[in-house]
């Protein structure tokens, strides 16, 4: 199993910046890919960006060249900074972990942004 926590939401102006943070614990040998994915109200949850266990990156559309993910492979940590912040940033954001075939997820921070 993989246990996931997040950290790092909250409240803050368009324009301005959050950064998440997220440890994963249990059998973190067994983790590739991890990411960070998000929901807001009455939409689907999607993909914000994601990093392979090499440190390959994929980002939505929507948050490219605004939103960076790292990875720290020794800490079992994920980072998601978020600079540029929009009012439609504003979602549950979840961190996400693919180990054994499987989709491990957090219990998701909330990030709002006010205009």
């Known amino acids: 199993q993989v246990r996931l926590v997040e950290s790092g939401g909250g409240l803050v102006q368009a324009g301005g910046s959050l950064k998440l943070s997220c440890s994963a614990s249990?059998?973190?040998?067994?983790?590739?890919?991890m990411g960070w994915y998000r929901q807001a109200p009455g939409k689907q949850r999607e993909l914000v960006a994601d990093?392979?266990?090499?440190?390959?990156?994929n980002y939505a559309d929507s948050v490219k060249g605004r939103f960076t993910i790292s990875r720290d492979n020794a800490l079992n940590i994920v980072n998601l900074q978020m600079n540029s912040l929009k009012p439609e940033d504003t979602a549950l954001y979840y961190c996400?972990?693919?180990?054994?075939?499987?989709?491990?997820w957090g219990q998701g921070t909330q990030v709002t942004v006010s205009s």
């Open positions: 249990g059998m973190t040998f067994a983790i590739n890919a």
């Open positions: 996400n972990a693919d180990a054994f075939s499987r989709n491990f």
């Open positions: 990093i392979g266990r090499g440190g390959s990156t």
